[in-house]
C-alpha cells in the first residue's frame, strides 16, 4: 500500500474532493491541517516548493492540486 | 440534431439544464466541471433554501438534481473551443476534438479570474501568488501579504487573511475602496491593515518563493518596493466568452450582451445568462434565474416552429 499524507487547510474545497477521492476507493491516507500544524506547513513548502494547498505526497511523489490523473497515475491506477 | 446544447455547469448551466429536461428539450450539457465559482467557497448564505451551504456541497446538490433528469445527455470532462453556423443552427467543437450540432445554443460558461499581467506573477503562482485566499491563507500565519484589488472580493480576501496574516497591505488602484462599506471599515480599522491607494502593481519579486512587490505610487510617480511573502491577487473577472467572439456581440469587458427580458444575444438561435453576460449583478440566484428564463424563452420558440 502506498503511503499517503495530504496537506490542507479547513476552508479548502479541493482538499476536501481529494480526501473524497480517497476514501471513494479505500485508499488510507494521514492528513495535516497546516492552519494549526507550522511543523508541517513547513514541511510542506520543502517538500514541494508550492505555497499552495493541497499538496499530496503519494510514496515521495508530490502531487499539487487535487490533480485526479497525476494522483492515478501515482498510485498506478491507470 | 439536437434542439440545445448548453454550455457550462456552474448555477446557471445546473439550472438551465433542469428546466430543459423538464420542457422535454432535446438537450445536450457540455461543460469541464460542475459547481460554478462559488464551489471553492467555505460557506455561501444567499443560495435561497439554504441558510448555509458550502460551495462544495451546492455544487454536489445541483449536480445531483440535474442527473436525476431522465431527458439530458450531459458530458461534463470537456470544454467547448469553437462554435460555428451551419445550415439550421451550430456546431459545436470541443478541447477534446467533438463535434455536436444543435438547432440552439444557450452560454452559460461564466467567468474567470482576472490575472495582473505583470513580470513574475507567472513564475511565482503557487509560490505565493495565490488568487483562492479561502483556500490558502493559512499557509500565511504570521506572514506579510498584499492583496490586490478594490473591490468585494478582494475585501473578503483581507478578512479571509486576518486571523493568520501578521501585516496585511490592500493595495488599490484607484483613490477609493470600491467594496461594500461595512466589510471596509471592518478592514481599514484592524491595525494589521494598511491600505496604499493609487497603487499599481509592476512586478512579483522573489527568488524560490515571493520576497516581495514592486508597484508604482501613481500620485508621485515613485516606483516602491514592499517585503512580503505573498500577493493575492482580486483584481476582477473576465467572461468565458471567446468561444463565441465572431459569432455575438459583446461589450468592451468581453461579457456576451443579452435581452435582460429573454436573455437573447444578437444572433439568431443564441441566448446566455449569468457571469458571461453583462448583466449587471453577478450572483449565484441571478445565473439560475436567467439561465431559466432562457430556456422557458428558448421552449416557446421550439413551439413557435
Ligand atoms: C469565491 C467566490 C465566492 C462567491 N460567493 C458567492 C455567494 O456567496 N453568493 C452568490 O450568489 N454568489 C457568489 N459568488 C458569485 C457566483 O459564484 C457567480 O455569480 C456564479 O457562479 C455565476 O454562475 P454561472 O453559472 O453564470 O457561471 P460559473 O459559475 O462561472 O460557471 C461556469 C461553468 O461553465 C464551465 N465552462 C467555462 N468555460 C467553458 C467552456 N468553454 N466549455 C464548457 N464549459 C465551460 C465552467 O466549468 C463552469 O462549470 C462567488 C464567487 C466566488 C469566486
Known sequence: MAKITIYSTPSCMYCKMAKEFFTKNNIAYSEHDIAVDDAARDEMLAKSGQMGVPVIDIDGKIVVGFDRGAIEAALGMK | ?305
Open chain 2, 1 to 305: 440534431m439536437r434542439d440545445l446544447i448548453i454550455i457550462g455547469g456552474g448555477p446557471g448551466g445546473v439550472s438551465a439544464g433542469i428546466y430543459a429536461a423538464r420542457k422535454k428539450i432535446k438537450t445536450l450539457l457540455i461543460t469541464d466541471g460542475f459547481g460554478g465559482q462559488s464551489m471553492i467557497s467555505a460557506e455561501i448564505g444567499n443560495w435561497i433554501g439554504d441558510q448555509s451551504i458550502s460551495g462544495y456541497d451546492l455544487a454536489k446538490k445541483m449536480e445531483e438534481h440535474l442527473r436525476a433528469q431522465e431527458e439530458i445527455e450531459i458530458v461534463d470532462d470537456d470544454g467547448v473551443c469553437v462554435v460555428q453556423k451551419i445550415d439550421g443552427g451550430f456546431s459545436v467543437v470541443t478541447k477534446n476534438g467533438k463535434i455536436f450540432e444543435t438547432k440552439y445554443l444557450l452560454i452559460t460558461s461564466g467567468s474567470h479570474r482576472r490575472k495582473l499581467d505583470i513580470p513574475g506573477e507567472h513564475e511565482f503562482d503557487g509560490k505565493g501568488v495565490v488568487y483562492c485566499s479561502t483556500c490558502d491563507a493559512p499557509i500565511f500565519k504570521n506572514k506579510t501579504v498584499a492583496v490586490i484589488g478594490g473591490g468585494n472580493s478582494a475585501l473578503e480576501s483581507v478578512i479571509d487573511l486576518l486571523p493568520y496574516a501578521s501585516k496585511i497591505y490592500l493595495l488599490v488602484r484607484s483613490e477609493i475602496i470600491r467594496g461594500d462599506s461595512v466589510t471596509q471599515d471592518k478592514v481599514r480599522q484592524h491595525p494589521n491593515v494598511e491600505v496604499v491607494l493609487n497603487a499599481t502593481p509592476q512586478e512579483v519579486i522573489g527568488d524560490k518563493f515571493v520576497t516581495g512587490l514592486r508597484y508604482k505610487d501613481m500620485k508621485g510617480g515613485e516606483i516602491k518596493d514592499l517585503a512580503l511573502e505573498g500577493v493575492f491577487v482580486e483584481i476582477g473577472l473576465i467572461p468565458n466568452s471567446d468561444f463565441i467572439k465572431d459569432i455575438v456581440a459583446r461589450d468592451d469587458y468581453g461579457a456576451i450582451v443579452v435581452d435582460s427580458k429573454t436573455q437573447e444575444t444578437s444572433c439568431a438561435g443564441i441566448w446566455a445568462a449569468g457571469d458571461v453576460t453583462d448583466v449587471l449583478y453577478k450572483q449565484n440566484n441571478i445565473s439560475a434565474g436567467d439561465a431559466i428564463k432562457a430556456v422557458l424563452n428558448i421552449s416557446d420558440c421550439l413551439k413557435k416552429q
